[in-house]
């Protein structure tokens, strides 16, 4: 739908963003969105690494053909000397972190193969929609977010530029909605792993509102004890790990 298509009719957007292989969590968010029935659905990156199925995951978003950028766990697989230069910046104390994302990633691309990895390099880094802006963290940069307590002036410096009424980003898991001056900025959170504490699925839906885009965030239920066996079964590096955040819908140290 076109720019103008949004401001003649109301017009409802989902984003959902952060499935990191989870397709148990997917599954649950898909019916869902059978019930919402939104017009139109994005996808905000960070599709496939992580979870117990990365490559059917990745091919059920393809076939729902939802247009989408790439997170830096999409660009991490596509690009392995983004991890490595991301990790090598930061402190001494998350190395084990970054050692275990490295293993994860490493399965995840051999999973996937070479045909996947292609299509995730061909997303582009944001995608406009109506008075909706999407980024995976923030402009240029699929690497870096601000978190939800960051203050206004730094949502505003972040993401005026991308000079939308209403911008979405996903990347830190943790949703939230806020107005920031003209702009309202809003976080999807994270469909297959959560990090605030409440381990179900998060997306957004945007609804058009007497022509004012309105975001609120949408939580789903789904089997997460299913979800931990099927990590553990495939056989996963760090499968343990990734289940006991999964549990706890918290980030916590390998």
């Known amino acids: 739908m076109q720019e103008c298509g949004w401001m003649v009719q109301a017009m409802r957007m989902a984003i959902v963003s952060d499935i990191h292989g989870n397709l148990t969590a997917l599954e649950a968010v898909l019916a869902d969105l059978r019930e919402t029935a939104p017009d139109l659905v994005l996808h905000g990156g960070d599709l496939a690494d992580n979870g117990s199925a990365p490559a059917e995951t990745l091919d059920r978003i393809r076939a729902l053909r939802w247009r989408g950028v790439f997170g830096n766990t999409d660009e991490m697989l596509f690009a392995p000397e983004k991890l490595k230069a991301f990790a090598d910046a930061q402190q001494p104390g998350l190395r084990p972190v970054f050692a275990a994302v490295e293993a994860i990633a490493d399965a995840a691309r051999e999973a996937l193969g070479d045909e996947r ?6 997303l582009g880094a944001s995608v406009a ?7 995976h963290a923030s402009p240029g940069d699929a690497w870096r977010a601000p978190p939800p307590e960051a203050s206004d002036a ?8 991308l000079d939308k009424p209403v911008i979405v980003y996903g990347h830190i ?7 920031v001056g003209v702009m309202v900025v809003a976080n999807t959170g994270s469909v297959g792993l959560a990090y605030d504490g409440d381990p179900r699925a998060s997306y957004l839906l945007i609804d058009d509102a007497e022509r004012e885009a309105s975001p609120t965030v949408r939580r789903v239920a789904y089997d997460v004890e ?12 760090h499968a343990e790990w990734v289940a006991a955040m999964l549990r706890s819908g918290r ?4």
Request: glycine share 6%.
């Open 117 to 122: 990895l292609a299509w995730l390099r061909g």
């Open 251 to 254: 980030f916590q140290m390998p």
């Open 154 to 161: 730094v949502l505003e410096a972040t993401f005026a530029a």
């Open 129 to 135: 929609e109506g008075p909706v802006a999407l980024v």
């Open 173 to 179: 898991h943790r949703p939230f909605v806020r107005r």
């Open 226 to 237: 299913l979800e931990c066996r099927r990590i553990i079964e495939r056989g996963a590096p």
